[in-house]
T-cell receptor
Framework: NAGVIQTPRHKVTGKGQEATLWCEPI?????VFWYRQTIVQGLEFLTY????????DSGMPKERFSAQMPNQSHSTLKIQSTQPQDSAVYLC??????????????FGAGTRLSVL | GDSVTQTEGQVTVSESKSLIINCTYS????????LFWYVRYPGEGLQLLLK?????QKGSSRGFEATYNKETTSFHLQKASVQESDSAVYYC?????????????FGKGTHLHVLP
């Protein structure tokens, strides 16, 4: 089991460019989460999917951020017209998705986005 | 909404001394959420340290303990004698118990430095 795989590990974009981040969850896990990590804000929840369906995107900046899960093996986070304040480490996590005590998150190594 | 508060951004402790990292929570969506401590060691991904799903119970792992106190809405992390290898960033987190909601809310994290 390779764990949650995130690509790329580092991405540098110019202001106004688009960035697409990829996540491959652990095989068999039905829930996928995206978080943003910064020194100031800590770990901010962005969005999550269960069985590929979007469940809660309350943390997503509405205008430029979007997330998809076209199949059970990967999810993408797209940021359009990137701004310097989007610079952060973006973390993807998956869980088995069953209720109660089974909602332990398994995190990927993250993608460090730098917007110049 | 639900939230987690960690009052110390950074804690420095000498090796073999005791440690306490404070965590309080506010859960408006559910009375008794699941509570977690996650840890990120240098160069590694974020991983679960311990979890407690029942109020009044204690969780333990790697010499760390945390007790779910519903009266004070606290989940402080403690260790009797820290080691240099415990240097890491520790995140307190909560998740609603509702079977349809697995969103995990994190505190801002506490960076632990253990001096040799």
């Amino acid at each position: 089991n390779a764990g949650v795989i995130q690509t790329p590990r580092h991405k540098v974009t110019g202001k106004g460019q688009e960035a697409t981040l990829w996540c491959e969850p652990i095989s068999g896990h039905s829930a996928v989460f995206w978080y943003r990590q910064t020194i100031v804000q800590g770990l901010e929840f962005l969005t999550y999917f269960r069985n590929q369906a979007p469940i809660d995107d309350s943390g997503m900046p509405k205008e430029r951020f979007s997330a998809q899960m076209p199949n059970q093996s990967h999810s993408t986070l797209k940021i359009q017209s990137t701004q310097p304040q989007d610079s952060a480490v973006y973390l993807c996590a998956s869980s088995s998705g069953t209720g109660g005590s089974q909602n332990t998150l398994y995190f990927g190594a993250g993608t460090r986005l730098s917007v110049l | 909404g639900d939230s987690v508060t960690q009052t110390e951004g950074q804690v420095t402790v000498s090796e073999s001394k005791s440690l306490i990292i404070n965590c309080t929570y506010s859960a408006t969506s559910i009375a008794y959420p699941n509570l977690f401590w996650y840890v990120r060691y240098p160069g590694e991904g974020l991983q679960l340290l311990l979890k407690v799903i029942t109020a009044g119970q204690k969780g333990s792992s790697r010499g760390f303990e945390a007790t779910y106190n519903k009266e004070t809405t606290s989940f402080h992390l403690q260790k009797a004698s820290v080691q240099e290898s415990d240097s890491a960033v520790y995140y307190c987190a909560l998740s609603p118990l509702d079977t349809n909601a697995y969103k995990v809310i994190f505190g801002k994290g506490t960076h632990l430095h253990v001096l040799p």
